[in-house]
């Protein structure tokens, strides 16, 4: 660990000379509350954003929403999702809407162009204005007031922090992460919901007991234990739920196949879960937590292909490699994300590198097994 709360984690070279250093800080946890490993202080405060998506939809479904709305685990899986809003998105979101008894104009979310941008270019030359079912926040949302028509509550103020559902979803949120209530900041979303600031360290255990709910300390109710398996299902079972055809989230759980649990947020946000077993036999299920300081604002504007603010996919890759959670078939399969890249310029001359720049710092009696480090 370190005084400096964020450190060097990505960096990009010109010819010899490092050009750019992305920072950040990274925790990873196991179930029971152990610091497995870290880089920068994994005690960093900041918001969530949308990595908070899985945990937020908890308390609904612990407390029976998908078989009192017979919610099936796609529909589960965009409630939790941050979606690109293609017409497969909105027609599983109409699903939803159906089925709870909410409409479009309930919700309060919104509206953007869609994140995938054939299905942006397809609006625009229909003559189409974004709607907010096209907002990447409005599965959430209709989880939301789906869960404040359940337990017959107001829903015109949904989002309003004081809402019982909202007063709901911050205490299963507290009790996840290990922090009191008053512990928690409480700050308005961009999609105008309430979001949480906590430290790295609470994140990655409440995503360490959703994956590995039998492992938790203290033990999770039988409930929240089944809750939390259905959300990891509904999920990895449904990547194209949670993101889209362009999201890292997306081509991440598809490619490891129910081992990768994968969820960002804004502003250089994102929480991984690996499966108990997979790092080795009888590994514990592990939560990660990380955020690059800067935003990596880029991403929102660069392809894929382009390494220019890709740093948080990147870094992903490379904290999965360092904790052996990836095969080399996986790694193949995700060169697109990094961890490295050359860099370019416009004539195609090979002018540089991205590359990440850290090693995680593996705690005392870690769980994870020498023969995982690639350090060792």
Same mark, same amino acid.
């Given at each position: 660990?370190?005084?400096?709360?964020?450190?060097?984690?990505?960096?990009?070279?010109?010819? !010899?000379?490092?050009?750019?250093?992305?920072?950040?800080?990274?925790?990873?946890?196991?179930?029971?509350?152990?610091?497995?490993?870290?880089? %920068?202080?994994?005690?960093?405060?900041?918001?969530?954003?949308?990595?908070?998506?899985?945990?937020?939809?908890? *308390?609904?479904?612990?407390?029976?929403?998908?078989?009192?709305?017979?919610?099936?685990?796609?529909?589960?899986?965009?409630?939790?999702?941050? =979606?690109?809003?293609?017409?497969? =998105?909105?027609?599983?979101?109409?699903?939803?809407?159906? @089925?709870?008894?909410?409409?479009?104009?309930?919700?309060?979310?919104?509206? =953007?162009?869609?994140? =995938?941008?054939?299905?942006?270019?397809?609006?625009?030359?229909?003559?189409?204005?974004?709607?907010?079912?096209?907002?990447?926040?409005?599965?959430?949302?209709?989880?939301?007031? !789906?869960?404040?028509?359940?337990?017959?509550?107001?829903?015109?103020?949904?989002?309003?922090?004081?809402?019982?559902?909202?007063?709901?979803?911050?205490?299963?949120?507290?009790?996840?992460?290990?922090?009191?209530?008053?512990?928690?900041?409480?700050?308005?979303? %961009?999609?105008? !919901?309430?979001?949480?600031?906590?430290?790295?360290?609470?994140?990655?255990?409440?995503?360490?007991?959703?994956?590995?709910?039998?492992?938790?300390?203290?033990?999770? *109710?039988?409930?929240?234990?089944?809750?939390?398996?259905?959300?990891?299902?509904?999920?990895? *079972?449904?990547?194209?739920?949670? %993101?889209?055809?362009?999201?890292?989230?997306?081509?991440?759980?598809?490619?490891?196949?129910?081992?990768?649990?994968?969820?960002?947020?804004?502003?250089?946000?994102?929480?991984? %879960?690996?499966?108990?077993?997979?790092?080795?036999?009888?590994?514990?299920?592990?939560?990660?937590?990380?955020?690059?300081?800067?935003?990596?604002?880029?991403?929102?504007?660069?392809?894929?292909?382009?390494?220019?603010?890709?740093?948080?996919?990147?870094?992903?890759?490379?904290?999965?490699?360092?904790?052996?959670?990836?095969?080399?078939?996986?790694?193949?399969?995700?060169?697109?994300?990094?961890?490295?890249?050359?860099?370019?310029?416009?004539? @195609?001359?090979?002018?540089?590198?991205?590359?990440?720049?850290?090693?995680?710092?593996?705690?005392?009696? *870690?769980?994870?097994?020498?023969?995982?480090?690639?350090?060792?």
């Amino acid at each position: 660990m370190t005084n400096q709360p964020y450190l060097p984690v990505f960096e990009l070279t010109r010819g !010899a000379v490092v050009e750019t250093v992305h920072y950040g800080a990274i925790a990873v946890v196991d179930a029971t509350g152990r610091l497995v490993a870290s880089y %920068g202080d994994p005690n960093s405060v900041t918001y969530l954003r949308s990595s908070a998506k899985p945990i937020q939809a908890l *308390s609904f479904i612990e407390n029976d929403g998908q078989e009192y709305y017979h919610l099936s685990l796609r529909e589960l899986a965009l409630i939790c999702a941050s =979606h690109s809003g293609t017409d497969d =998105h909105v027609a599983v979101l109409l699903g939803i809407h159906r @089925k709870t008894g909410i409409s479009e104009s309930d919700l309060l979310c919104g509206t =953007h162009p869609p994140l =995938h941008k054939p299905t942006e270019q397809a609006l625009r030359e229909r003559g189409e204005k974004p709607t907010p079912n096209r907002h990447n926040c409005s599965g959430k949302h209709s989880g939301m007031l !789906a869960y404040a028509r359940m337990l017959g509550q107001p829903t015109a103020d949904y989002i309003n922090p004081q809402h019982p559902v909202q007063q709901v979803i911050l205490k299963t949120f507290s009790e996840m992460s290990g922090l009191p209530v008053e512990k928690v900041a409480v700050g308005i979303d %961009g999609c105008s !919901a309430p979001n949480f600031a906590i430290p790295l360290y609470n994140t990655a255990l409440a995503i360490a007991r959703i994956c590995d709910p039998e492992n938790s300390l203290p033990p999770l *109710s039988q409930k929240r234990a089944v809750a939390c398996h259905k959300i990891v299902q509904a999920m990895t *079972s449904n990547p194209d739920m949670v %993101g889209g055809p362009n999201s890292f989230d997306t081509h991440l759980m598809t490619t490891t196949e129910g081992q990768i649990l994968s969820k960002g947020g804004a502003e250089g946000y994102q929480v991984l %879960g690996v499966m108990p077993g997979v790092v080795a036999a009888g590994s514990p299920g592990l939560g990660i937590a990380y955020k690059i300081s800067d935003g990596d604002l880029k991403s929102h504007t660069h392809p894929v292909s382009d390494p220019r603010g890709q740093a948080r996919p990147a870094v992903a890759i490379e904290i999965l490699r360092q904790l052996g959670a990836l095969s080399p078939l996986m790694l193949g399969s995700l060169l697109e994300y990094g961890p490295s890249f050359p860099l370019y310029n416009w004539r @195609k001359l090979h002018v540089g590198e991205a590359h990440p720049c850290f090693q995680l710092e593996l705690a005392h009696q *870690s769980a994870i097994p020498d023969s995982a480090d690639p350090s060792k």
